[in-house]
């Protein structure tokens, strides 16, 4: 993860993890504390299943931008691609952001940050990617791109990350895989937390990933191996609308403008597309 102030007063956070798929973080800084002039800062930060942290250098607006980690594919079957999350927030200078680059969905990272275990051995829901205000606490969570659920049986795929909704996988055998939603989670999962798969009788479930609500985990139906993949997280933008659940902490001023929700069955995961244009031609910014 690299971040600079760039001409035009800009910081960029930008994460690409090998083997662990792409997230990003884009901080865009309107400073109101100094005139004219760029500076330049660089700081590196890689996924290491740690909670991570950026202090503002500059009073302004930044722009907030994550990918949900996408899942491996496993035998040629893939699992859920990540979602995409942006917004615009205003930081005084000095305040401190936190910040959850998620793992994917393998023996080594497991999902970090949400993804849950699956049926099968060392394969797990990728990890919600997501920036907090004031505490580590899931409540104070502002802004979440939701990761991908895993694969199920040898040929199910899992669904994508969230966006406002998760992608479900129910198309297939076994129960369980629906998608996180904006104020319920899936099958087994929980609130941040996808829901496990289970292995029963050659029946392998896919797991959940993780998100704003985790999605949903698969439960075989214990005939063959034939059981479905594993639903995706949501993601979330925290707005005067947006859904807050009993107990939500974060004060109304880091309340964010210029959203965008993509699920992960959407969004071009090349770098080599401007992203931002392709989401304005597409009219998502509220």
Request: charged content about 20%; some cysteine; overall charge neutral.
């Amino acid at each position: 993860m690299d971040i600079y102030v760039k001409e035009k007063n800009t910081v960029l956070i930008t994460v690409d993890e090998p083997n662990i798929g792409q997230q990003v973080y884009t901080l865009n800084v309107n400073r109101g504390d100094v005139g004219d002039g760029a500076q330049s800062i660089a700081t590196d930060y890689v996924y290491t299943g740690k909670v991570q942290y950026f202090t503002t250098p500059y009073t302004g607006n930044y722009q907030l931008e994550a990918w949900g980690v996408k899942v491996e594919t496993v035998a040629e079957v893939p699992g859920g691609l990540g979602g995409y999350a942006t917004g615009i927030v205003p930081l005084k200078k000095g305040e401190e952001i936190i910040i959850y680059v998620g793992g994917a969905g393998n023996s080594l990272a497991r999902g970090w940050n949400g993804g849950a275990s699956s049926g099968t051995s060392n394969v797990y829901g990728g990890g919600a990617s997501d920036i907090r205000v004031e505490s580590d606490s899931l409540f104070n969570r502002i802004l979440v791109a939701g990761g991908g659920g895993s694969v199920g049986a040898s040929n199910k795929p899992g669904g994508a990350g969230g966006g406002i909704n998760g992608v479900s996988r129910t198309e297939s055998y076994g129960s369980g895989g629906q998608g996180g939603t904006q104020s319920s989670a899936g099958n087994y999962a929980s609130f941040g937390v996808g829901g496990a798969g289970s292995y029963y009788k050659d029946g392998r479930g896919g797991a959940g990933g993780g998100g704003r609500y985790g999605g949903g985990g698969v439960y075989p139906d214990y005939s063959r191996d034939d059981d479905r993949g594993g639903g995706g997280g949501s993601g979330y933008v925290y707005t005067d609308k947006s859904y807050k659940p009993s107990g939500y902490a974060p004060p109304s001023r880091f309340m964010l403008k210029d959203t965008a929700l993509l699920s992960g069955n959407r969004v071009c995961r090349t770098k080599k597309v401007d992203l931002h244009k392709v989401i304005k031609e597409m009219d998502l910014f509220a």
